[in-house]
């Protein structure tokens, strides 16, 4: 690899990777079994040698070997020396291991308050009522300054919210008890695909995913998906909040030399087919603006149907390993494919596609005017790193001596708006009851009065004098209390 170029492989010449054009994103597709996942481990490696950190989530377990030298096996170093790959070597790549269950990796964590209304009723799929009543929620906590750190503090507001409807009708408009029943119970799906896991303190910096060794590599970070994708609202609520988060914080850096970070998103077909549709509009939105921040976005799935048209579009960057095309939807899978190359007048694109063998793929990627480059068939190269899984001891060692180790390993649970809220209808119960108390004993003075005055026959002024008083004190206390009550709940 050149200071400037990522080695992808060999067809009629060296078929490489422009750096100054990888934030203009990629797609990488195929069949099971031909080969993306070594494609996606060797755009990685180049990558993280050209000083690039990268993202990607291993959704069956194969990715991690990336964090291990390679064994130096004879089939890899005769196909390295069949396409002149003379500096073909074996090494680890630094790695950083993520799990949102916090079980081979490092926990990720962000809160509610981060995760903001809009995204949560889009991820949730809430109604337009359920959105707009979470919206006045949030503005509520905000107001009062309660802290939305988990879901337990979502629910608590949720609750308080009902309770207090008439309250804040006024102010904002109805907010009906079935509405916030409705949004109940979606956070209950999402607290049992996981959410509880995810929502919480500390919460991810997005910069420890932009690391870079003391030798000026990139970390690649390893995201455990094999659990997580069977809970897709949840796999989607984490893809959402981590590309709004790079493209929120991170400033314009138009067209640089190489990209800040790249992005892979293994099986992306489960994220397109089990998100809900703001999701999938976020996303279309988010890769046509995210190229400006220096972060380039390469999506691998099976199938280029799988991605929608709007995104397909974005990609400029292809590699194409083997479809098959047994049945009429993958007959226009393959088509669709074709279609999307620059022809080579060498040979017929649609016909190539399922004639590829393993390890062998169709590449066409932007030259430095940010023109495709014409289709080739090209035997991509062997990785550097073990292809395949790792062994549990092996990512535990890899874990503990990882640059954030320590940091969100454990989990805090300050005080937010659970423990006030709590708290304050603790209070509201204390005072119903001195409420009471008062209001029985002030019926027990009122008919001793009026006990005391049959039998003298009236009623003194001074025995007027101190009834009225004490109904004054009596109002006046309670007046106090509500007041209280209220003034703490505006406070807030």
Known sequence: MSDSTIFI??????????????NRHGLVTGATGTGKTVTLQILAEGFCDAGVPVFAADVKGDLAGIAMEGEPKDALIERAKSMGFDDYGFEAIP????????????????TISDMGPLMLSRLMGLTDAQEGALNIAFKIADQEGLALLDLKDLRALLKDLAERGKEITTEYGNVAAPTIGGIQRRLVVLEEQGGNHFFGEPALDIHDFMRTTPGGKGYMNVLAADKLISSPQLYATFLLWMMSELF???PEVGDPEKPKMVFFFDEAHLLFSDAPAGLVQKIEQTVKLIRSKGIGIYFVTQNPLDVPESVLAQMGNRIQHALRAYTPREAKAVATAASTFRPNPAFKTEEAITQLGKGEALVSVLDLKGVPSMVERTMIRPPSSRM??????ERQKIIKNSPVYGSYEESEDRE????ILTKRAEERGVAAEQQKADQ???????????????TSGRETATDRFVKNMASTAGRQIGNIIIRGI???????
């Not at 291991?97 to 990796?105: C, H």
């Not at 937010?416 to 423990?419: C, G, N």
């Not at 209220?486 to 807030?492: M, P, S």
């Open 248 to 250: 929120e914080r991170l």
């Open 486 to 492: 209220l003034g703490g709940l505006k406070k807030w």
């Open 95 to 110: 790695t950083i291991f993520w799990d949102l269950f916090g079980l081979q990796g490092h926990p990720i964590r962000t």
């Open 9 to 22: 492989g060999q067809s009629t010449k060296r078929e490489e990777l422009f750096l100054a054009m990888a």
């Open 388 to 393: 395949g899984p790792i062994t549990p001891e």
């Open 416 to 419: 937010s708006a659970y423990e």
């Open 440 to 454: 029985a004993a002030q019926k027990e003075a009122d008919q001793q009065a009026r006990a005391q005055g049959r």
